[in-house]
């Protein structure tokens, strides 16, 4: 299989399912921002050296990739078929799980934090508004086409995951947070 296909060139692209759509299209905007956010997870990781973290950040990117699989698939039909393209309540949890875990060892925000820090924290708080973009575009998705709650939910939640995750990075790394 070659990687061009030739079938974008007039800026149209296919879903899955087999419609056509505007490569400028609300719904590629929204996967897009996802793909985005997963591509920019994959630098956070090869700058890691957390284990933990960095196992929790490769499940959310298999979780990424189930939330663009879904946008892509208008009719919902890849999700029945298949049980790696959903994304759970369960998953939702964990991430608050994940949440607490890491709160529970960081000082209490008493005021807003300039982002940046380590390389490593630094590309979290860049990933968080990514993921905030990613979270608008598909809010506005929503609004003229069907889209599950929970991936909306899910979207919200990872990005308080990913700025906790930005502190604790920087916690770990001993570079201290600047107040605003």
Known sequence: MKIYTKTGDRGETGLIGGARVLKSSLRVEAYGEVDELNALLGTVVARLTDKTITDSLLGIQRDLFAIGAQLADPGGR?????????????????????IDRYEATLP????FI???????????????????????????????????PLLLVYINRLSDLLFTLAR???????VEEIPW
């Open 78 to 98: 890849l999700q029945k078929k298949s049980e790696k393209a959903a994304v759970s309540e369960e998953r939702v949890k964990e991430l608050e799980a994940i």
């Open 108 to 111: 209490p925000l008493r005021s």
């Open 114 to 148: 300039l982002p940046g820090g380590a390389e490593a924290g630094a590309l979290l708080h860049l990933a968080r508004a990514v993921c905030r973009r990613a979270e608008r575009r598909m809010v506005a998705l929503a609004q003229e086409a069907p889209l599950s």
């Open 168 to 174: 604790a990075t920087n916690r770990l790394a001993g």
